[in-house]
């Protein structure tokens, strides 16, 4: 059975200019132990994704659809129930290490924090076993870190504090939300390191948000790909990256379909694409990456294309999907 | 050519920016009564002489503090049987003059002073800022009075008084924002471009600081109605016979048992007029997204 | 940390010496010249010759200041030629009416305006929070004395519950409260209005802050996210902007204590205005600012010690 399974999710906010359509039909499961990762450019709808299955949307935001874990659905939970789970089976860690710490309370007080509420520990019995957590994210002297404030410490070790929160009470999913973005490439490898090990050690599924494809080949075993708050591409991360079939990803990874579009910068990340992923108010009656796709044709525009199997395990929402060098119209990078 | 499409895109961009500005002031009703007060105030002080019903200063010995409604005096007379009416609407132009002219007086002066403390730092920063802690180290009310005295009573030296009570937040707000675009890119460009120190603070800093010393004006601009009405109740503004909402109190208060509605009149004229421009204030804050200093 | 202390003892430091040139210069600027105001008003030349004498008025200003500091530096302000009293006598008798009505109204502000901001934030775009942002706004546009005006009328005059004014010392601590009541809400009710605004505000900063989505993340109750993580960021904002309010209740002191005949150092700076009692109202004014400039000193190092921001690097942040 899967750790969590998403299934038809959509998120819709109401805004003073309208409604808007953040999150349409996003469906995805992820195993024990597996690394799941969530692609896209930002506004693509991915953390409004991972926030809507922690049931933390925005008052203005409402959600549908489906999710369960191990089996059970948690959509419908209230607000108590869900405060159950979240923080003990599924946790989360986000962009901005600099301030998802709350800035007058040490950071061992807010590790402990989660295992006094959860695990019903005293003060004293938490505040050990959050040096124990700290040790675990490699916070060296622990000890006496244990009582620092958030300000005291470097962006990298306020992230692995954010890890120890996360993985406190032995979580079954971890979300991570762009954990490594605001971090130095050599503190993002580091922080890689120590969730790709903690998820071996706990056996947690990991669900990383990233829009770093480096970090997806460094780490996951699956990748989805988002635009528009569609899933446009989905498979194993080998076979995906080896025959990627749907000109966004193909976009993503640098094989440019259009060289204005795309621009990897020098260390292979991507850079934005210029231009924004579209804002939806309403259902789109065409593929949502028309207006931006080299391959779009008529048949195109008359609506959204559903995932298809392209290959066994792999999936393309796309009405001309392909590898790259099936269009010779395309310029491919070696 | 392209200087062309330059100035057409700016103007066009500013025209977007001015309708979805109206666009999000109309969403906010109570900002909008404010407005409806303020143009109501602005307008019966400057029409003043038409729409009151009597000379504010005529006596009728024959009809001294008559109660609200009665025969030819609507909110009734005072102590020396002068329209209460009447001298409210002229009383207006004292209350509104203090208020926007002593706000005006504390920007001209504090903005060019704010902006060369800001954008040279150093000794002149130094001296600005003691200067300012100075001032503040005076309580506004204890300031304003101190300088009544000092230069007499009289309408327009409360105006001063209360220009130089404000100076320092002006200064302080105006300092720290010029400060702040000191560091943007755009201005050092210009100023790496050889732009002249004059034209970087008047074309690129002024327009940008202009946001946060509207919202401060709207604060000011109400407190200066009130400390007008304080100093001229204290009898250190304007000077009786003239008509004023502050003096109106004053001669009120004396009477509090004979005729209460006469102290009702003027005070809620002040906190009406005060009222408006803070709920305008309040919606122009939301509307520029602008954070205050104090 | 104790280098950010020192830094700021030094500058306070400066600022009360500059105060004091300010307030001599200021009062000799005064119209009338001041010996005529020193011997009651008299005019006849010999006297006044004296007292010029006396006084070290014809000394040069630069002289007459700093006779004057040296004398007010060991706590002598002079005597009130109006009433021969030292001023340091009746400053003595009158602070601590002072004291005590803007500790009541602070009180006051505290218990109303603390709760009513936190609610507002709590229920953001309520009917509650439009009402009580309304309020607040209706508070601080209504001018305290015109309030004092209407409380008299009505609670005094109308219906005779309370003294319209006069004080009675805290030994009759009843009639001391009932003689105290009506300005001390008079006066708490505007900073009511900031405090309430203030707290909302921060509140509001706080609860859209990243760290209350991580703990809303960690399971934590509405009420421990509410009540401790946000509340305690934004204390530490609202104490200083209550801090730096102590002005305003100065202010509002002086006018409150005059509609209501309360002999605290309010009424006395506006007294000293009209009965030209200059040696009197330069020592309220000193004692004012000096107040004034302590409170916002201990304002800031109580805001350095609440925010461990600055609290264990030891700069200023």
Redesign the interface.
Known sequence: MARLEVEDLHVRFDT?EGQTLAVNGVSFSVEPGEVLALVGESGCGKSMTAMAT?G?LPPAASRSGSIRLEGREISGLS?RE???????EI??I?Q?PM???????TVGYQIG??LR??EGLSRKKARLRAIELLDLVRIPAADRRVD??P??MSGGMRQRV?IA?AVACNPKVLLADEPTTALDVTIQAQILDIVRDLQHQLDTSVVMITHDLGVVADIADRVVVMYAGHVVETGAVDELFASTQHPYTLGLLGSVPRPDLVLADVQGRLAEIPGMVPTLHEPPTECVFAPRCPRVSDDCRTEMPRLAETAPGQWAACVHPGVARAHPTEVVLP | MSAAGATVRVGRRRSAGRSRFVARFRRRPLALIGLVGVVVVVVVALAAPLLAPYDPAASDYSAILQGPGSPGHLLGTDDLGRDVLSRLIVGSRASLTAGVFATLLALVVAVPIGMVAGYYRGWVDVIVSRVTDVVLSFPFLILAVGLAAILGPSLKNATIALAVGQLPMFVRITRGEVMGLREQEYVQAAVINGAPTRVVLRRHMLPNILSPLIVQSTVAIPGAIIGAAVLSFLGLGVQPPTAAWGTMLSQAQQYVSQAPWFAVFPGLAIAVTTLSFNLFGDGLRDVLDVRLAS | MQWYILRRVGQSLVTLFIATIVVFVGVRALPGDAATALSAETSNPKVLQAIRQEYGLDQPVPVQYVRWLGHAIQGDLGQSPKTGISVSQTLAERLPVTLELAGLALIIALAIGLPIGILAAVRRGSVADYVASTTALVGLSVPHFWLGILFILGFAVSLQWLPASGFVPLTDPLGNLSHMAMPAVVLGIGLAAVVMRQMRSAMLESLGADFVRTARAKGMSERVVVGIHVLRNSLITVVTVVGLQLGTLISGAVITEQIFIIPGIGKLTIDSVFSRDYPSLQGVVLITATGYIVANLLVDIAYSLLNPRIRVSGGAA
């Open positions: 003073d922690m933390l607000g869900m405060r159950r789970i979240l923080g003990r946790s989360m986000f901005e301030t998802s710490l709350n800035p007058v309370f924090e989660v509420r959860h620092e404030y300000h005291q954010m929160m």
